[in-house]
């Protein structure tokens, strides 16, 4: 069992013995049990009511139904590539949502056929969105070649500050301030104007208008615990599940959530004795919340950048992240998101390594195909394919299928023979869904010199075991960076790399494994020797995929 505090709450966690979640508690009761089939699969969630969530899978391991207590079923159909084709929710008198969806060349969303209307989206020749009509209603974005949008339907211009790296400065109805780090420090609108304030991660820790405050704080972990409004007159903190929020402790009343085994896939919320079940989308967007009857209590919509309409009697919304209706932000985890300027406030913490040379950008500007849950990268940056089949082909000649791949942030130095490093990132497992968020200190001692900052992605190999904590690591290291990066070949005679990047191999004795990194590392030098340090480890499950498809080379 796995033990953890947030404020006065106590989370407590069992596993069985492949290692899948089975029970989660909340303040020695039990809040969530959970089974698996032999596919380790979820298959019935039971809540603190002792009612069922039941999932259905097809044969490639693609969630097919999920039935809630109230009798609504949802059903998702896929095409021959894999994509969503339908999505239906149900009950056994009504159709709630049934969205049919259509992709062009490029296996982009293309029509989403709904109950009450049709949406054709066109995008340009860098994928980015450019429209939508529906017959009643027509968005239209432009961009420069870096990705800023430089017309839409909201603003016919918009304007950016010479030399500083694709900060804002106006827009057709507002001006924008940042301070040295890029983050947004105010907001002018007509007579209406916004203050920002953030600590040195810059991490938003204040909001403020000339009558009202909110402010925001946060665990070691980056999470917001915590959030008081108009002064501190009304105080909510936030008890995690992982990465999702599982309660709400707020002075006028105790919420709390079902979460799926996915980030941000909320299922239901229970307030006053009352619960509410969530339908979403395609992008986990909350269209509606039925209640215990399977009737539609309150329903919303979206534009293509997430700006919602409707009266949402929830905070998780557009792509299921939380709107905090105060300073009209979403909370992306590592940044806050704009959705009428469909960029972040601030910078990507992780500079570059977040897979967009504009440091500012929403998932390329596809926010109907792609999302970004942790504020820091397109989820598709770190799948492609490309760096998942290096992976694999080293991890096959190796004996071990169980794949990963992550993201690391962080700097380092190691001169002769002493050094120290900090990091922080996290490593997905595409066979089990698998996702573990970490930081890392670190010391060295070695022989050679090295020093570099910057973000990392890796591909690797097992072990890789799930886990929460603080652990103590002790791993073998080797580190080579040459500026601008180059080929690399490891052999005896097999693995070859091809892609321009650094390389770097580590075997280690703690809860991330041994690996292989590609990544695009800044620095010079070479070193070798022994790491030690504490890894603050935290894992979670997202639906599984299927098995990896190994080659002998």
Known sequence: MINRFDFEHLAQYDYDAASNRTQLKLNGSVHTSYAYDDANR??????????????????????????????????????????????????????????????????????????TQIKNFTYDNVDRLTGMTNGTSTESYTYDDIGNRTASHLSASYGYQSGKFNQLASTAMASYQFDANGNTIRKSEGQNFWRYTWDYENRLTEASTRKEKARYKYDALGRRVE??????????????????????????????????????????LTNSGNASYFLGDHLGSTLGLSNSTASVTTSAGYDSFGNATGNLASRYQFTGREFDTFSGLQFSRARFYDPKLGRFSSEDPIGFGGGDINLYGYVHSNAMNKRDPLG?????????????????????????????????????VHLLYAGAGASAGFDVNPLTGEVCLYTKVSGRVGFGAFAGAGAKFNAGFGPYSQGSGTNDFAEF?????????????????????????????????????????????????????????????????????????????
Not at 75 to 94: C, I, N, P, V, W
Not at 100 to 112: E, L, W
Not at 490 to 513: I, M
């Open 227 to 268: 959030r008081n409004l108009r002064f501190s007159k009304e105080r909510t903190r936030f008890t995690h599940d992982g990465l999702d929020v599982v309660m709400d402790d707020a002075e006028t009343g105790i919420t709390k959530y079902q979460n799926g085994l996915g980030t941000d896939d909320k299922l239901k």
């Open 42 to 115: 979820l298959t019935t969630l039971t809540d603190e009511a002792s009612q069922n969530f039941a999932f259905g899978y097809d044969i490639a391991d693609r969630m097919t139904s999920r039935t809630m207590p109230n009798g609504i079923t949802s059903t998702f159909e896929y095409d021959g590539m894999s994509r969503l084709k339908r999505l239906k929710h149900q009950s056994t008198s009504a159709t709630l949502v049934d969205n049919q969806y259509s992709y062009n060349a490029a296996s982009q969303i293309s029509q989403i056929a709904e109950l």
């Open 477 to 553: 290291a080797a580190d080579a960076a040459v500026k601008g990066g180059g080929k690399v070949t490891l052999k005896g005679g097999k693995f070859v790399s091809s892609l321009p990047w650094n390389f770097n191999k580590s075997g280690s004795a703690n809860t991330q494994g041994g690996g292989f990194g590609f990544g695009p590392n800044v620095g010079y030098g070479i070193s070798v020797g022994a790491d030690v340090g504490k890894k603050f480890l935290w894992c979670f499950n997202t639906p599984p995929k299927s098995a990896c498809k190994c080659k002998q080379l």
């Open 376 to 412: 820091l990268i397109d989820p598709s940056v770190y799948q492609d394919p490309k760096i998942y089949d290096q992976g694999k082909e080293a991890a096959c000649e190796l004996g071990d299928s169980n794949v990963w791949t992550g993201l690391e942030a962080g700097g380092n």
